[in-house]
């Protein structure tokens, strides 16, 4: 993987990240603190079905779209993951897991407030 953390700062970014493997697949993901899960085309987490999560799939995913970070995958070695602007006050933290049959990795954003 090209990077697995990536510290990007409050301004809207989005950031490549290509892979030696090229049949890997997103499992899950958490944003600060929430895990979030994939079964059926469906999100959910620990309090059921998420509705503010879009997934575009494709025999897999091949997109995640909330209003806090888009995750793209574009063709069969590049992840781009944007993050728009943060003004929270507060770090947020975007973390991806991959898998890829028996083997398991993730991708880390950390972004710091304006």
Known sequence: MSQKRVQIDGAKQ??????????WWIT?????GRSIY???N???DANGVVNDII??????IVAIQSKDFIIEKKGKTAIYITMPEN???RENKLVINL?????????TIIQKSK
């Open 55 to 60: 997934l575009k799939i494709n025999r897999e």
């Open 14 to 23: 989005t950031v490549k990240i290509t892979t030696e493997g090229d049949w």
């Open 87 to 89: 003004n929270t006050g």
């Open 99 to 107: 898998e890829a049959g028996n083997y398991f990795d993730d991708i």
């Open 42 to 44: 469906k999100c959910w």
């Open 38 to 40: 994939f079964s059926d």
């Open 28 to 32: 899950d993901l958490s944003y600060n």
